[in-house]
């Protein structure tokens, strides 16, 4: 009898079973409730709706702990909740159901629970709430099985939300040594997007000690945690393991962390690691930045992996004496990058010629020094300034300000040429005594900072005098970076030379605080703060500049005692000073001093935004920008978009939506979404935030997203929303082929038909002339990197370059600040020699065309008119010819014969023929022309090719890279198997006794332009003969 009511309960449809069940549960008897919920677990999801009306009464026996069947009631109760949506409720059931929870199921249920196991375990691990056993329990199930399926990604990201360090560790052990490497990475690059930073470093420290445990460590990723850590100690003590090791790849990987570093651009690291590099000692065994090892349970007191050994034979001293020479400002990295810039410059000459002739009429000083700063961009790094020297009469006409800009834009044009720069700005820098160019002057000491920017000034300084000839002597043994110490003090000696001149004081703080960038030097904050205390707008302005560039990423805490009285006094100064300018310089020399603070800089960041003076609150977005660049904090991003729709002051809410650029760059594809709306926001200003807000953030990309975002923008009714569109478009479509973008060619078309139009204003002419030269920036060869390569450091210069360039809404010379965030995109191969093999090659598994340059511009020919022979009838033929025979026959009755028989007949003949074929061809125009037809075939040949192999160097853009892969069967294969193909990269050679192929890096010319005519060969010259020396020798020329 039960087996039939068995079966036909099975049967029934599910409200049946349900009713049946439902109403066995109110009996007495606990062996017909447990029944009954059997009944129920195996059809719950079918019959819920009808069992939700008794879950109380289910519930009520999940609690009951003397019943049986109290876990199977738990099981049922939480399925019950979890098909009603109430999901907290389910896992609350689902904790007490024992066995009957099974989360390996692959199904929606179980999916959700784990989910919300999660949620829970992380938000209680956080708030350092006691977590439930229970819970707990589960957790580790799902730990357990992560590991069992070799999903330790998983687990690693679980323990990472819920900063469980100790979980962490157990999922990076639990690896097998073989995949523990690649899971390193991984957790690293986890590690970068975590927006608690203190948590960010515990785990950091936590990778170098398991990355030293391994046989055979990752360098590369060693060096970036150090780096992260700041634990200047440990990188010496890995760099000096390296050169003291024997093996000559060791010996390599050396030199590719040196690279390494420089490429990050952290010159206060590299300045610690270089100052204590190569002393014959052992450096100490405790790291300052990393005492603390009690918060991640370490028992190791050091996380190097072994002890730096003593440097002491001539063989290991040459090698760290070239690690000193990579790290050193102004040494081959600098070089490369010099050599490369000219020797692969791409820059169009015509482009600067069309634009310079289409402003020509216009008599308008804001577009003649537009097209002198275009030109600054096109060119800059590259040593060319021939455009400059032929067109020196259409320089003159710059004055006053315009010929400050003028001037330094030729320091953009020699970025990083530090050798020689005291050499190439000689005809413009003051030279004692009254100045006769203040403007010429200033600009040229602001030239001179840009052509050291963010060198550090690194070593002891040469003695410069800026009363006499400037002059640094070119040896080497003064030490390493001291060409860019001597600038610093050249520029330190005209500021205090200057005589209140403005020109000269405004160009001497802006140079001093980009050469001595980030040093933190306090003579020169001394120096600088003076004249600011002079209460003068345009110098003041400048001077709070240079604090700030002086201070960059110094922070406002304990650590850093001068920059936290720096950011106080220049606070103070704000409220005090009653000059807009000044004011707009102290908040932004605040913003750029708390660089990459992150949380540490809130309080700073809270007193900005709270101010009633709207400089002060503008001031408060950048500093909101810098001190999160990079993190995508969503508690940033909130407040940036709260100050852009709430702030009543229009310069306000333009700099909150610009610096959602800075905070996002790393996440690019988020941008164009987050700012839509505000893009089509009634306020220009926001608008035009929104345009500087996506090319900041997804410069060099092309993305699609963006480009249609900006386009309605370009024909906006406001003529400076045009010139943001203009400036953005520049700046997503850099380094973009016709192929890959073809959006480029109309994009060009488009700037040159605004430029010589006379129709539009002169904003839109500006942001049109601008976007041509950040379009073709650095000879075509730089993009914008806000991060290294490897994309794990924020780089500061770059971040604080381009939050100043954004200040040329206010100053036009702040737009030179744009060359300080270029970075060239270089592949170059070096052997140990640091020579450029020829036969290293790179793989790019894809169509030549794809990253070509682009065409340059072909000059137009006159064509000039030939005369058209004037076509003869056939009637006058024929007449021609009869006259011509009654005049033979006369001749022949004269007895006069002046033709043959032949040739009577002939000539009439041929001129007829002749003739009417030129006629023929004229008639039908069937005329020949010059005009060479360029073949296609070549265009269509590389568009077809699938594949192609790069030189050494040759440009690898950032899209690609991706595209682009090492062969590992050549003889030059790179030291460092985990590198990316871009960047410098070190290589081994696997046939040395092959000859070599390499070549020296090569420098480049001082006046950047090497077309003059090679000195003849020696010749013999005889002097002409003559009667009197017909016997003379001959003198050999030399």
Not at 736 to 758: H, L, M, N, T, Y
Not at 794 to 818: D, E
Not at 829 to 854: D, E, M
Request: overall charge negative; glycine content about 6%; hydrophobic content about 40%.
């Amino acid at each position: 009898m039960t087996a039939q009511v068995m079966m036909s309960s099975q049967q029934a449809p599910p409200m049946a079973v349900a009713g049946g069940a439902i109403a066995m549960l109110e009996e007495s008897n606990p062996e017909i409730k447990a029944f009954a919920l059997k009944k129920l677990y195996t059809r719950i999801d079918e019959c819920w709706a009808e069992a939700a009306n008794a879950v109380a009464l289910i519930e009520e026996l999940s609690e009951d702990m003397s019943f049986a069947g109290h876990e199977l009631a738990a099981a049922v109760a939480s399925k019950i909740f979890f098909h009603l949506e109430e999901y907290n409720e389910s896992l609350r059931l689902a904790l007490g159901a024992g066995s009957y929870l099974d989360l390996s199921a692959r199904d929606e249920y179980a999916d959700t629970l784990v989910s919300r196991c999660f949620d829970e375990y992380v938000r209680a691990s956080v708030q350092g709430e006691s977590l439930d056993p229970r819970l707990e329990s589960i957790v580790e199930r799902i730990f357990a099985r992560c590991y069992e399926e070799g999903a330790y990604e998983h687990a690693v990201g679980v323990a990472m939300e819920a900063q469980r360090l100790d979980k962490l560790r157990d999922a990076l052990m639990n690896c097998p040594p073989s995949k523990r490497g690649k899971l390193l990475q991984y957790t690293l690059e986890a590690a970068e997007t975590f927006s608690h930073r203190d948590f960010r470093s515990k785990v950091t420290r936590l990778l170098v000690e398991l990355e030293s445990s391994l046989d055979a460590p990752d360098y590369v990723l060693l060096c970036h945690c150090l780096q992260a850590l700041n634990a200047a100690d440990d990188m010496i003590n890995t760099l000096s393991n390296l050169v003291a090791s024997p093996d000559s790849k060791d010996e390599l990987l050396a030199y590719q962390l040196a690279f390494l570093l420089v490429e990050s651009g952290n010159q206060k690291f590299i300045h610690d690691v270089v100052d204590r590099l190569g002393s014959n000692r052992t450096p100490t065994q405790e790291s300052p930045t990393i005492q603390n090892q009690d918060d991640i349970e370490m028992t190791d007191a050091h996380i190097s992996p072994t002890n730096s050994p003593i440097i002491e034979t001539p063989e290991q001293l040459a090698k760290l004496q070239k690690v000193r020479s990579i790290l050193d400002v102004e040494g081959i990295y600098s070089e490369l990058q010099l050599n490369f810039l000219f020797e692969k410059s791409q820059a169009d000459v015509l482009v600067v010629k069309q634009l310079k002739e289409a402003v020509d009429g216009n008599r308008n000083s804001v577009l003649h020094n537009a097209v002198v700063i275009a030109h600054g961009f096109m060119n800059a790094g590259t040593t060319n300034t021939s455009f400059l020297s032929e067109n020196l009469e259409w320089m003159g006409k710059a004055s006053n300000w315009a010929k400050f800009t003028a001037t330094a834009s030729i320091g953009v044009v020699h970025m990083g040429h530090i050798a020689q720069s005291i050499q190439l700005l000689q005809p413009y820098l003051p030279n004692g005594g009254v100045s006769s160019s203040p403007y010429s002057e200033g600009g040229a000491l602001y030239a001179l900072g840009l052509v050291h920017a963010n060198r550090g000034g690194l070593g002891l300084a040469s003695s410069v005098s800026v009363s006499g000839e400037a002059n640094i002597e070119e040896n080497d043994s003064v030490g390493p970076g001291s060409k860019s110490k001597a600038a610093i003090e050249y520029l330190s000696d005209a500021l205090r030379n200057a005589s209140n001149v403005e020109p000269l004081q405004h160009g001497a703080c802006l140079g001093m605080g980009l050469a001595a960038m980030g040093t933190g030097d306090e003579r020169l904050y001394e120096e600088l703060k003076t004249i600011l205390f002079f209460d003068s707008a345009v110098a003041g302005e400048a001077a709070a500049y240079g604090i700030g560039l002086l201070l960059a990423g110094h922070g406002c805490s304990d650590e850093s005692p001068l920059a936290q009285a720096a950011v106080t006094e220049l606070l103070n100064y704000a409220r005090e000073t009653a000059h807009e300018k000044i004011i707009r310089g102290l908040v932004l020399a605040v913003a750029i001093i708390v660089f990459g603070q992150e949380e540490a800089a809130d309080s700073v960041i809270e007193q900005l935004c709270r101010d009633r003076d709207a400089i002060v609150r503008y001031g408060g977005t950048y500093a909101i920008g810098l001190a999160y660049a990079g993190t995508a904090n969503n508690t940033a991003v909130r407040r940036l978009l709260h100050v852009a729709v709430s702030d009543v002051n229009d310069d306000v809410r333009r700099a909150a939506v610009t610096n959602l650029g800075f905070l996002l760059f790393r996440q690019p594809e988020k941008v164009p979404t987050l700012v839509s709306l505000l893009a089509e926001s009634f306020n220009p200003h926001v608008r035009y935030g929104a345009c500087l807000a996506v090319g900041i953030a997804c410069a060099g990309s092309g993305d699609t997203a963006a480009l249609a975002l900006i386009e309605p923008m370009l024909s906006d009714q406001v003529d400076f929303v045009r010139q943001g569109a203009l400036l953005a478009s520049a700046l997503l479509y850099m380094q973009q082929s016709e192929f890959a973008a073809p959006g480029v060619k109309p994009f060009r078309e488009k700037i040159a038909s605004i430029v010589k139009d006379k129709y539009p204003s002169t904003l839109t002419k500006l942001g049109a002339i601008l976007a041509a030269g950040v379009l073709d920036a650095g000879g075509r060869n730089c993009s914008i990197e806000l991060q290294t390569k490897s994309g794990g450091f924020t780089k500061p210069a770059a971040c604080i370059g381009l939050s100043l360039w954004c200040q040329h809404w206010f100053w036009y010379p702040m737009h030179h600040f744009f060359s300080l965030a270029l970075t060239p995109s270089m592949l170059v191969g070096l052997n140990k020699n640091f020579k450029l093999p020829a036969s290293f090659q790179v793989h790019c598994a894809t169509s030549p065309a794809h990253f070509a340059y682009p065409p340059k511009l072909k000059t137009k020919k006159e064509v000039k008119k030939e005369r058209v022979v004037t076509a003869i009838l056939s009637t006058t033929l024929k007449q021609q010819a009869r006259d011509k025979a009654k005049l033979a026959e006369k001749e022949a009755k004269e007895g006069i014969q002046n033709t043959t028989d032949e040739e009577k007949a002939s000539q009439p003949m041929d001129t007829e023929e002749s003739s009417t074929a030129l006629a023929d061809n004229c008639s039908s125009g069937a005329v020949e022309t010059n005009t060479a037809v360029v073949p296609s075939a070549d265009k269509s040949a590389r568009r077809s090719q699938k594949s192609y192999s790069l030189t050494n160097p040759s440009r690898v853009t950032k899209a690609q890279q991706r595209f682009c892969s090492f062969d590992l069967g050549l003889r030059y294969v790179p030291a460092a198997s985990t590198l990316k193909p871009s960047g410098v990269v070190m290589l081994i050679d696997r046939q040395p006794e092959e000859p070599d192929d390499s070549t020296p890096i090569l420098a480049p010319p001082v006046n950047g332009n090497d077309d003059e005519a090679p000195m003849p060969e020696p010749f013999e010259w005889t002097p002409p003969s003559s009667s009197s020396s017909s016997s003379a020798p001959s003198a050999m020329v030399d």
